[in-house]
C-alpha cells in the first residue's frame, strides 16, 4: 500500500503538470486515499509481534501453574484475557488506530487457541486433535469477517492449512473439505480487497495442489500437479485474451501456476527417477518451459515471471548437474545439447525483435 501511494503522489504530480488533473480532483483523490488508510507502519508490526508475544505469556503463565489455579479463576484469566484483546481492538479502531486494533484481535485469536486446549485438559475431554485446529480456524475467520480484520484472516487461513496437512497426514489421502474451508477465507480476502490475503491463497492452494502428487496414485500423481498447473497458466492467458480487463490477476496466476508446475516436474524427474532419454525429454521440456516464461515476461514487462524463469531454470540446471554427476559424458551431452538449443532460442527472438522494429520504423 505504501508504494502504491508513493508511486500515485508521483503520478498526481505529473497529471496535474500536464493539466490532466484539477486541484479539486487531487483534493478528492487524497481525501480518497486517507479514508481507505490502513495505518499498517512500523509500530503496527511492532504491536503484531507483541501481541503474538502477550498471547504466549498467557498461555504459558497458565500452563505452567495449571494445577495451583482454581478453575474458576483458570476459566477467568483465559476469557478475560481474550475479550480485553477484543475490546483493545474495538478502543483503537474507534481512535482510528487500525494496524494496533489488527494486533490487538491477533492477541485475542491466539488466547481463544489457548483456551481451546486448555479448557479441554481441564474437563478431561479427548477428541480429534485437528477438530481443535478447524475450531480454532473458524473463531479466527469469524473475528476476521465481523470485524473485518485482515491479520485475523491470513492468521485463519494458516489455521486451514495446518488443519488439512493434519487430517491428509492421519488419513494417509486427500482431505478434500480443505477446500471448503479454503473458498471461505479466500472470499472473505476479495470482500475485504486485501491483495496479500489472495496470495496468501494462491500460495496455500498451489501448496496442497503439489500434495496432490504426494498423495494420489500411492504418491506417483506429479503428472497430474504439472496438467493443472499448465491449465492454470493457459486458462488465465486465453481469459486476459478475451477480457483484457483481468490482466492485473494474470501476472500472479502465472506465476503461481509455474511454480505449481515446475514444483511436480521436478518431483516427476528426480522423485520418480527416470533414467536415460525419458529424464532428457522430461528436463528439455522443463527448460523449455521456463525460457517460455522468461519470453513472456518480457514481452509484456511482467518482471515476476521473468525472474521465476531465470530462477527455475537455474535450479533445474543445478538439479540436473547433481542428478548426473556421475555420467560426465552424458551430463556434458545434455548440457551441450541444452546450450545450443537456448543459443538457437536466442537467435531466433533476437531476429524477430529487429524484423518488429523495421516493420515499426518503416512508414
Do not use: C
Request: hydrophobic letters at 60%; a neutral charge; glycine letters at 10%.
Amino acid at each position: 500500500m505504501l508504494g502504491y501511494k508513493k508511486r500515485l503522489a508521483a503520478d498526481l504530480s505529473r497529471w496535474k503538470s500536464n493539466g490532466w488533473l484539477t486541484d479539486v480532483g487531487e483534493a478528492q483523490i487524497a481525501r480518497e486515499l486517507a479514508s481507505n488508510r490502513r495505518d499498517f507502519g512500523l509500530a503496527s508490526a511492532l504491536g503484531v509481534l507483541a501481541s503474538v508475544l502477550l498471547a504466549f505469556a498467557v498461555m504459558s503463565f497458565v500452563a505452567a501453574h495449571w494445577a495451583d489455579i482454581p478453575r474458576g479463576a483458570r476459566l477467568a484469566i483465559l476469557f478475560g484475557s481474550m475479550w480485553s484483546g477484543y475490546a483493545a481492538a474495538g478502543v483503537l479502531t474507534g481512535r482510528g488506530h487500525r494496524g494496533m486494533s489488527d494486533a490487538a484481535i491477533l492477541f485475542a485469536v491466539a488466547v481463544f487457541g489457548a483456551s481451546i486446549a486448555l479448557i479441554s485438559q481441564m474437563f478431561h475431554i479427548e477428541g480429534h486433535a485437528p477438530d481443535g485446529v478447524a475450531l480454532w480456524a473458524a473463531g479466527a475467520f469469524l473475528s476476521g469477517v465481523v470485524l473485518r480484520s485482515s491479520a485475523a484472516l491470513a492468521f485463519a487461513m494458516v489455521l486451514v492449512a495446518v488443519w488439512g496437512g493434519m487430517e491428509t497426514v492421519e488419513r494417509e489421502a486427500v482431505f478434500w473439505p480443505f477446500l471448503v474451508g479454503w473458498t471461505a477465507v479466500s472470499s472473505a480476502f476479495v470482500w475485504q480487497r486485501w491483495r496479500p490475503g489472495l496470495h496468501l491463497s494462491a500460495l496455500t492452494l498451489s501448496a496442497f495442489v503439489i500434495a496432490l502428487g504426494y498423495v494420489l496414485s500411492d504418491g506417483h500423481d506429479h503428472a497430474l500437479v504439472v496438467a493443472l498447473g499448465l491449465m492454470a497458466v493457459v486458462s488465465v492467458l486465453a481469459i486476459e485474451r478475451l477480457e483484457p480487463a483481468w490482466h492485473v490477476a494474470v501476472e500472479p496466476v502465472v506465476g503461481y501456476g509455474l511454480v505449481t508446475t515446475f514444483f511436480g516436474a521436478m518431483a516427476l524427474q528426480f522423485g520418480e527417477n527416470p533414467t536415460g532419454v525419458a529424464l532428457i525429454v522430461m528436463a528439455s521440456l522443463t527448460l523449455l518451459l521456463m525460457v517460455g516464461a522468461i519470453a513472456y515476461g518480457m514481452s509484456t514487462h511482467r518482471s515476476s515471471t521473468i525472474w521465476l524463469g531465470y530462477l527455475g531454470f537455474s535450479i533445474e540446471i543445478l538439479a540436473l548437474y547433481v542428478n548426473t554427476i556421475g555420467t560426465i559424458l552424458g551430463t556434458s551431452l545434455f548440457f551441450l545439447v541444452a546450450g545450443v538449443l537456448v543459443a538457437a532460442l536466442a537467435a531466433l527472438a533476437w531476429r524477430l525483435a529487429h524484423r518488429t522494429a523495421k516493420s515499426e520504423a518503416s512508414p
